[in-house]
């Protein structure tokens, strides 16, 4: 994939979060496809939200969604 430095500097910046979401829901502790439906959800959500929240304090008002 073809990151913009951008980009690559809100992956890094919620990288923590999802470290942190991953270890207090324990699903470090098992292989992904044992996972329930809800700690996906929850894993993509954090991921997500962090992601928009770093790319907007990196972009101000630009982001496109």
């Known amino acids: 994939m ?12 919620m990288l923590p979060d999802m470290g942190q979401y991953v270890a207090s829901s324990g699903i470090a502790e098992k292989p992904f496809s ?10 993509f ?8 929240a770093a790319f907007q304090e990196e972009l101000g008002s630009d982001v496109p969604f």
């Open 45 to 52: 959500a954090t991921t997500i939200k962090t992601f928009r």
């Open 34 to 43: 044992q996972c329930s439906r809800e700690e996906i959800l929850g894993l």
């Open 2 to 13: 073809n990151f913009t430095e951008t980009e690559i500097s809100a992956i890094e910046r």
